[in-house]
């Protein structure tokens, strides 16, 4: 299959974003204490927990990235388990999206079957690594 403009749009763009995230992951020094390191890119403290003292959803991600990025898939699970199967599905749709800017395709048509699964994991994924993530607040 020969790649059409718009594959080479769509992917050019997808590798763009998935090269930056990393790019900037690896420039970003990881908070030890296991989040917070979004702090550093200039954005302001996670207000869910200022407010109720519980970790959001999110809270460590951008420092599991970051310790991804530097090499140190252990302390990225520890940081957000969520955050590493992320990373990952970045690099792997990045890696997939240049390969397919010269073969023709998209990761969205080539994978298209395995959202609805994609999609459930996710969710799961997401909520088992907000309880996780509480439970290792409440335990320090």
């Not at 090269?19 to 020094?29: F, P, Y």
């Not at 030890?32 to 979004?38: D, F, V």
Request: aromatic share 12%; charged share 10%.
């Amino acid at each position: 299959m020969s790649p059409t403009h718009q594959d080479r749009l769509v992917n050019s763009v997808l590798v763009a974003i998935a090269a930056g995230l990393v790019i900037v992951s690896a420039l970003v020094t990881p908070s030890p204490t296991g989040m917070g390191t979004h702090e550093r890119l200039g954005l302001p403290p996670c207000m869910f927990l200022k407010w109720t003292h519980i970790p959001c959803f999110s809270c460590g991600m951008t420092t599991s990235w970051a310790h991804m990025a530097h090499g140190h898939p252990w302390q990225a699970v520890k940081a957000q388990p969520m955050g590493v199967a992320l990373f990952t599905a970045t690099v792997a749709a990045g890696l997939a999206s240049l390969v397919f800017l010269f073969t023709g395709g998209t990761v969205e048509r080539r994978f298209n079957r395995y959202g609805k699964h994609a999609t459930i994991g996710f969710w799961a994924g997401l909520f088992g690594a907000w309880v996780y993530k509480i439970v290792e607040t409440f335990a320090k």
